[in-house]
């Protein structure tokens, strides 16, 4: 079974550091790009970061530049968020996504796999 895990959600305070992870299983992710998505309460989903298949180009929104990284460990079959120096406008469900193509893309119609999202939430 193709399945896609995010973790590592939780509440923190503003100006603190979490690491999102997403986990694959049942298939190997170093041939897809992988991104991450989030959905804030009564918002529509928007795209977040994303990393190609070979680890060496990553994109970023403009809300998170500078704040959030994205690293893949493709022997741990796992791509990570690192989201540093949060605010409360960063709380939202976080999703991570594969598509079949091997650079990301922020339009989600490309991506075929979801995780279950994972809650963060930024205390202010």
């Known amino acids: 079974e193709v399945q896609l895990v995010e973790s590592g959600g939780g509440l923190v305070q503003s100006g603190g550091s979490l690491r999102l992870s997403c986990a694959a299983s049942?298939?190997?992710?170093?041939?897809?790009?992988v991104t991450w998505f989030r959905q804030a309460p009564g918002k529509d989903r928007e795209f977040v970061a994303g990393?190609?298949?070979?680890?060496?180009?990553?994109v970023f929104a403009d809300p998170v530049k500078g704040r959030f990284t994205i690293t893949r460990d493709n022997v741990k079959n796992t791509v990570y968020l690192h989201m540093n120096r949060l605010k409360s406008e960063d709380t939202a469900v976080y999703y991570c996504?594969?598509?079949?193509?091997?650079?990301?893309?922020?339009?989600?119609?490309?991506?075929?796999?979801w995780g279950q999202g994972t809650q963060v939430d930024v205390s202010s």
């Open positions: 996504a594969t598509t079949d193509r091997r650079v990301p893309t922020k339009w989600e119609p490309q991506y075929d796999s």
């Open positions: 049942g298939f190997s992710l170093d041939e897809y790009a």
């Open positions: 990393i190609d298949a070979g680890g060496s180009t990553t």
